[in-house]
């Protein structure tokens, strides 16, 4: 019996451990959604003072709190969870492909030492090379979200619905720009998604078997928790100028040939959004960020780690 089910273990380890990252990451992105939806309105305000011929525009800036208590006020408490369908499709294709590449680069590929330790910058390379690669395949469901998370704000200007749901914003992105339309913005995300990841998967796993190894505490909850906490703001620091890029790329209108119209590439945004709004417009939205990604951090590793042993899978 206990042959059969190490055979069995050993037949779908990828297919086990992809799933179980996918469940524990859509569990994430619903508790700390609303932070995420706050983040990406705060975000997208800087560049509304600015219009497409250079009229200005005031448009006052909000804090976290303000904001989102004006979504809820304005246009009600679900629109707190406004593109959440969409956002668990990509961390169902996002998470489950980043934790398993990392496993798999950290074991197989670039090797742990002979005492079983992780060198850090083998562990800063497998992290943005696996963030990067999950990131790539998930842009399309990121693009979706991040433009029905806008959708309240555009009625309330009085500006006509984009799209209805999900699957009206997929098929509408498909019909305007082609297959490469559902890509658009990826170089950023996909630069944002690299940098999240060299600050998540590389701070967890360097604190996480440093406590193990330097401490007397044992592989269970705590040590996760204290591990979790640290990646969640290192992760901030490092991904929130990508963040913003990424956003405002992705929520520009284009023309008929799919092009944007605001910025030209994610340089030229980064570029622009210093020059008009000064270098402290790449943290907007720093404090959202940071508070989103600190609960989502410990809720994603938590429940990862106890999924992991529930399910007989060696520990991260």
Not at 249 to 258: E, L, S
Request: positive net charge.
């Amino acid at each position: 019996m206990e042959e059969e089910n190490l055979s069995t273990a050993e037949k779908w380890p990828r297919m086990t451990k992809f799933m179980l990252s996918a469940c524990a990451a859509a569990l994430a992105e619903i508790v700390t959604f609303p932070l995420d939806l706050t983040k990406t309105r705060l975000q997208i305000q800087g560049e509304l003072t600015h219009q497409l011929h250079g009229e200005r525009k005031n448009v006052p800036y909000k804090g976290m709190v303000r904001t989102a208590i004006g979504i809820v006020t304005e246009e009600g408490p679900l629109k707190l969870w406004q593109g959440v369908t969409p956002a668990i499709y990509r961390h169902i294709v996002y998470s489950g492909v980043r934790m398993l590449a990392y496993e798999q680069l950290r074991d197989s590929v670039l090797g742990r030492n002979e005492d079983g330790s992780f060198p850090l910058w083998k562990a800063s390379v497998g992290a943005m090379l696996s963030g990067a690669i999950g990131q790539f395949f998930a842009s399309p469901t990121d693009l979706v979200k991040v433009q029905m998370q806008m959708e309240g704000k555009r009625r309330l200007e009085g500006k006509p619905p984009r799209v209805q749901g999900p699957f009206h914003a997929f098929m509408k992105i498909l019909s305007e720009g082609g297959v490469r339309g559902l890509w658009a913005g990826w170089v950023p995300n996909v630069q944002r998604a690299a940098l999240v990841n060299l600050g998540d998967l590389t701070t967890y796993d360097t604190v996480k078997h440093f406590l193990l190894r330097n401490t007397p505490l044992p592989d269970n909850s705590i040590c996760h928790g204290l591990a979790s906490i640290c990646s969640g703001l290192v992760a901030a620091i490092v991904g929130t100028p990508a963040d913003v890029v990424k956003t405002r790329i992705m929520n520009q209108p284009t023309d008929a040939k799919g092009r944007g119209l605001l910025y030209k590439s994610s340089v030229d945004c980064l570029i622009q959004a210093i020059r008009n709004e000064g270098f402290g417009s790449l943290y907007k939205g720093f404090i959202p960020t940071w508070m989103r990604m600190a609960p989502w951090s410990l809720t994603f590793w938590l429940s990862f780690e106890q999924i992991r042993r529930m399910l007989g899978v060696s520990s991260f």
